[in-house]
């Protein structure tokens, strides 16, 4: 058996930069092992594998695909990035014809519309509720240290833990975080988290003008750190709009790799998340 196989380097415009996602358009589903297994080889955040909902359509014609998302050790309910890199896989490799595709998850119907450079995905919001960080001290300490910490919020259903650093704080105090994956994870073995957002105010006055920052922590996803997170931002677009009051935000994640999103916050309970790629890789896959 052969499968194309891509590399695709989403929430960015440079090759080796933002959030690298390997995505294999398949023409029948496999089992769940072969995906893990595959998700393995590739070693990346997330592998997509894409399907056709319907037999007599193709990945030209077709405007609604199945899709799936796997890290290294286990399938998730939902991933921006890798859904960003599929979107352009389908458009710029398979000639999609289609200017909406909507891809059928575990979270839903999501579209995405192509828009010049871009590709503005349809995501679900997910508003975080504020916690007392006693509750979450060993956590907030296995990843942020001694630095100070103006917020803690908690997403119930994606049990992403989100931890903002004081406005006092240089920018240098994010990007210097050196998170150890093995205590981060032994902080916190109750399942109510699987992941550790850090956040803080953006430079707006800066060019270009971003309104927050953040770094994604999951080693209980098999994933140290997360380079650019679409999933997140569905948490940190939510928490930031009703801080600054605003709807529209454009969100830098600084880690090594660094990666850009344009957020539109919707008054229907959803959000757009906004993103370029750049392909480093084609291959086949050969079991």
């Excluded at 909902?53 to 405007?63: I, K, L, Q």
């Excluded at 105090?173 to 050196?178: E, F, V």
């Excluded at 344009?262 to 959000?271: A, K, S």
């Amino acid at each position: 058996m052969e499968i194309p196989v891509f590399t695709i380097d989403a929430f960015t415009n440079l090759p080796f930069k933002g959030n690298p996602a390997a995505v294999c358009p398949l023409m029948h589903e496999l089992s769940v092992d072969l995906y893990q297994k595959i998700a393995a080889e590739m070693n990346l955040s997330e592998t997509a594998f894409i399907t056709r909902t319907n037999p007599s359509d193709s990945f030209t014609t077709g405007s609604r695909f199945h899709l799936r998302w796997f890290t290294p050790t286990t399938e998730i309910n939902l991933c921006g990035h890798a859904t960003l890199a599929s979107a352009a896989v389908l458009f710029q490799f398979k000639k999609n014809i289609n200017p909406v595709l909507v891809f059928e998850t575990r979270s839903g119907d999501l579209s995405v519309t192509r828009q010049g450079e871009s590709y503005v995905m349809d995501f679900p919001l997910n508003p975080p509720i504020k916690e007392n960080p006693n509750d979450f001290k060993d956590v907030i300490k296995a990843t942020v240290g001694n630095h100070p910490v103006q917020d803690v919020h908690l997403c119930h259903n994606t049990k992403k833990l989100v931890v903002r650093l004081a406005d006092s704080c240089d920018r240098s105090a994010l990007t210097g975080l050196k998170v150890d994956p093995v205590a981060l994870q032994n902080s916190d073995r109750t399942g109510r988290i699987r992941g550790v957002i850090v956040t803080m105010i953006g430079s707006p006055d800066e060019q270009p003008g971003y309104d927050f920052y953040s770094r994604n922590f999951a080693p209980w996803n098999g994933i140290p750190e997360d380079p650019v997170t679409g999933s997140a931002h569905t948490i940190l677009g939510s928490y930031w709009s009703k801080k600054l009051g605003k709807k529209k935000l454009l969100a830098y994640q600084c880690s090594s790799r660094g990666g850009e999103l344009e957020l539109e916050v919707r008054d229907d309970g959803r959000i757009n998340i906004t993103g370029q790629t750049v392909t480093v890789l084609q291959g086949t896959i050969t079991l």
